[in-house]
């Protein structure tokens, strides 16, 4: 058996350029020859990365005051209401607002305009009060003007994820993209065996405090994401089968890269913002050499009927099948789509593994692991 190893021990070589890094992809290549133990005696980190679009984002920006001072009540961002309810020249923007409910435009563009650095139109108003007595200003920002601009995202990186496909006569515009009419096409959203929670799904290296790449920049795991639910079955490897754990992800958006951060809009749903996430897996013992090995054929999700009211569970696919570009359901083969891209996900991986050889990116450990849990609320919907 080989010998455990910590987190410190393995900073000690990254430090000392002796630490062995590989992508995810590449431990799963190797993987198809070495056991376990070898792996866990050859590798010490192993790196992820996943590029998708990630609904639940968003950016706090601290304006800086005006003269006379103000406490800014209602604000919008070219256009785009913003959430000032915090204090007087704090907002949150988040991804998915827009002026209007069929605009194209939305958060995610404002986002991802500030960090490429270009001008945005602010235009707040408020009562005033004796401390705070102007009641409007209209003036371009950017973010080299603002104070602040932190990325806080509940909800990202989902371990896993549905597969999306309509049974219906009708086409379905849907937050998993287009979805055609008869099972005319399926679509996806994660990066599979380059998935950052699918290496570790214990998530036993994962928890408060993990150093990760975030959006082109180094960031942290603030707290476990909203829906974050690790009662989900799990397969023969050991793989959760659907949505399970989330994370929320803090960051310096000045620091971020727009290659890293971008919006989108689908057609007919709304607008959401392409996040980039790695996150670094140490190698600490067989099991987590085990679980970086795996692959894309033994990593399966769920597929759901998004014509369905209920969103009916219909079947399982894997994760080979489905970057093949068609699986079988029921005999019928239907053309698969992921959402995400693969290539800007092992662009991300490869970055983080040559951050950490050069010894410019250190793993941190949990200053908290999640606790599990059995399942999520539903909304009671009763008058």
């Not at 800086?64 to 913003?82: F, K, Q, S």
Request: aromatic share 8%.
């Amino acid at each position: 058996m080989s010998k455990k190893r910590t987190i410190a021990e393995i900073n000690e070589k990254i430090l000392s350029g002796k630490a062995v890094v590989l992508t995810a992809e590449q431990v799963a290549a190797m993987g198809r020859e070495a056991t376990p133990a070898e792996i866990a005696e050859k590798v010490d980190v192993v790196t992820t990365g996943t590029f998708g679009p990630m609904c639940s984002s968003g950016m706090f920006i601290n304006f800086g005051h005006t003269d006379p001072p103000m406490r800014m009540e209602r604000i919008t961002l070219n256009n785009v209401p913003v959430f000032a309810g915090i204090a007087a020249v704090d907002a949150y923007i988040g991804a998915t607002e827009t002026a209007l409910p069929h605009d194209q435009y939305g958060g995610a563009h404002v986002i991802e305009e500030l960090i490429a650095g270009r001008d945005v139109m602010m235009h707040a108003t408020a009562k005033g009060t004796d401390c705070y007595p102007r009641t409007e200003v209209k003036t371009l920002i950017n973010r080299e003007s603002v104070n602040e601009m932190i990325m806080f995202n509940p909800r990202n990186a989902y371990q896993n994820y549905n597969v999306a496909v309509n049974s219906t006569s009708k086409m379905k515009y849907t937050y998993m993209g287009t979805l055609l009419p008869s099972f005319g096409n399926a679509t996806f959203s994660t990066s599979g065996e380059l998935s950052p929670l699918l290496n570790d799904p214990e998530m036993r290296t994962i928890g408060i405090g993990t150093r990760i790449f975030f959006g082109g920049t180094t960031g942290y795991v603030a707290w476990h994401g909203t829906q974050f639910n690790t009662g989900k079955p799990v397969n023969e490897h050991g793989v959760p089968v659907g949505n399970s754990a989330t994370l929320a992800l803090i960051g310096n958006a000045k620091e971020m890269n727009t290659r890293f951060i971008r919006a989108a809009y689908f057609e007919k749903y709304g607008v959401s913002l392409f996040v980039g996430v790695g996150i670094p897996i140490p190698v600490l013992d067989e099991d987590l050499a085990r679980r970086v090995m795996i692959r894309n054929s033994q990593i399966e999700t769920n597929i759901l009927d998004y014509g369905s009211p209920g969103h009916d569970l219909l079947g399982r696919a894997n994760y080979e099948s489905l970057f093949s570009g068609e699986i079988s359901l029921n005999g019928k083969k239907i053309r698969t789509a992921p959402l995400s891209s693969l290539r800007v996900a092992r662009e991300i991986a490869e970055t983080l593994r040559g951050e950490i050889a050069a010894g410019r990116f250190l793993l941190t450990a949990p200053v908290e692991n999640f606790r599990k849990t059995s399942g999520l609320n539903s909304l009671d919907v009763r008058l």
